[in-house]
């Protein structure tokens, strides 16, 4: 099994920024991809980004393109998530997630961390 612990999350204003933070630990061996999603009160979870072993082809929602980064440090087993010009809209519990496959859809990944919360204020 592999266990997923994020952490960086907090409150701050809009306009700010914020780094994510997620590490793997287990059988973190052939893990391919992590990535992050994220979701709202009374809201479906969404995709955010996710990043392949080598770190190339960084894929994003069109939502965050532009504002938010993502990372990984295979020595450290860890995924970043820079996020920045947060807005309110990007209130959520974001959630780390990886898979030893390419994978993009919430269904496809079958790891999932607790989720840390990130509120924007207005």
């Known amino acids: 099994q592999v266990q997923l612990v994020e952490s960086g999350g907090g409150l701050l204003q809009a306009g700010g920024s914020l780094r994510l933070s997620c590490t793997a630990s287990g059988r973190t061996n052939n893990i391919y991809t992590m990535g992050w999603f994220r979701q709202a009160p009374g809201k479906e979870r969404d995709f955010v980004a996710c990043?392949?072993?080598?770190?190339?082809?960084?894929y994003y929602a069109d939502s965050v393109k532009g504002r938010f980064t993502i990372s990984r440090d295979n020595a450290k087993n860890t995924v970043y998530l820079q996020m920045n010009s947060l807005q309110p809209e990007d209130t959520a519990v974001y959630y780390c997630?990886?898979?030893?496959?390419?994978?993009?859809?919430?269904?496809?990944?079958?790891?999932w961390g607790q989720g840390t919360q990130v509120t924007v204020s207005s």
């Open positions: 990043i392949n072993w080598n770190g190339n082809s960084p």
């Open positions: 997630a990886a898979d030893r496959r390419i994978a993009y859809r919430s269904n496809d990944y079958n790891y």
